[in-house]
């Protein structure tokens, strides 16, 4: 007897993005969930780096969802790399090869293939780092129980 195991589409978004944002981490990254960014687009991950660096992974949760969003070029003036992130069933191959690629599930992720990385100029890093320190403060406020 063998158990199929088979996930939801918001489900596999789940799943993808924690384990996108657990490797970022891992990686050395400090990592927030769907930012809002300048151009009105959603970033699902957005990591700073140590030095600085910014890092946006756009989850894909299925074939249909790459298929039908084409928008994740608008993501590039916002980071100095680009990654989609993905389910390990995730058909690898109809994806773009230009973005890094991360595999990921619900408990980590691996980095397939590197980003290319395309330096922020720096007045769009410094306004960028400040908007990301701010959401990150209020979101930890927001959290907090009212005192």
């Avoid at 400090?30 to 989850?59: H, Q, S, T, Y």
Wanted: charged letters at 25%; aromatic letters at 8%.
């Amino acid at each position: 007897m063998s158990i199929d195991l088979v996930f939801s589409r918001p489900q596999t978004t789940l799943a993808v993005t924690r384990g996108a944002a657990r490797l970022m981490i891992d990686l050395g990254y400090a990592p927030l969930l769907e930012v809002c960014l300048p151009n009105g687009r959603r970033a699902d991950v957005m990591a700073i780096g140590r030095r600085g660096d910014i890092v946006i992974c756009e989850v894909k949760s299925g074939i249909e969802d790459y298929r039908v969003d084409r928008k994740w070029g608008e993501y590039a003036p916002f980071c100095d790399a680009f990654f989609f992130a993905v389910a390990p069933e995730f058909p690898q191959e109809v994806l773009s090869d230009t973005p890094g690629l991360i595999v990921a599930d619900g408990f980590g992720g691996a980095v397939v293939r590197e980003a290319p990385v395309t330096p922020l100029a720096p007045a769009r890093r410094k306004a960028l780092t400040l908007a990301f320190a701010r959401l990150g403060a209020l979101r930890t406020l927001r959290d907090q129980p009212a005192g």
